[in-house]
């Protein structure tokens, strides 16, 4: 924020409502004070919000009807054409979503510090949406979260501008990384 002072970053740092942690906001979003960081809290909050909205259900008359129904058919032994079709139905609407990935590219692993990321836990990581918009806050870039996973790999496969043998970049990795 001192290094860019003419994007006026100062409005957009907010203060997470449980854990106190400063992270920064879409504009948008600026004067709210009941947002939560994207570091685990907001995850955390959702989770809780739908336990409720869930407790309420079953608490009402139709939401018992459904859970006794449920229950029912989780006890059947021979289901009937009736649940198989609804099952159908139930699993297509459930199916976790496809991993995102980069096509036409080789299995990549990043390496820092002794933690290994592969490529699909960078692709399908929640804080990648988060790093997208803090990049169109500081840059005024507008990247997809492809592009984003892309730009991270790349600076990541990157030497560091110290000079050293390659020998010492080798018995570097070896030591961080032991057999």
């Known amino acids: 924020m001192e290094s860019h002072p003419e994007l006026q970053l100062e409005r957009c740092l907010v203060v997470c409502q449980q854990c106190k942690i400063r992270f920064l906001t879409d504009p948008r979003n600026a004067r709210r004070t009941n947002l939560r960081c994207p570091f685990g809290c907001r995850e955390r909050a959702r989770r809780q919000s739908a336990n409720r909205r869930s407790t309420a259900h079953y608490r009402t008359p139709l939401g018992r009807e459904t859970k006794e129904r449920l229950n029912r058919r989780r006890y059947r ?62 840059e005024g870039i507008r990247l997809t979260c492809q592009e984003l996973a892309r730009l991270l790999r790349q600076a990541q496969r990157q030497r560091s501008l110290a000079f050293r043998r390659r020998i010492d970049y080798v018995l570097r990795f070896l030591h961080q990384h032991p057999p």
Do not use: F
């Open 77 to 138: 032994r021979t289901p009937s054409v009736g649940d198989q079709v609804q099952r159908t139905v139930d699993t297509q609407a459930t199916s976790p979503p496809e991993p995102r990935t980069d096509e036409g590219e080789g299995k990549v692993e990043l390496r820092l510090h002794g933690v290994v990321l592969d490529e699909s836990s960078v692709v399908n990581s929640r804080m990648l949406p988060y790093l997208q918009m803090v990049v169109r806050l500081i």
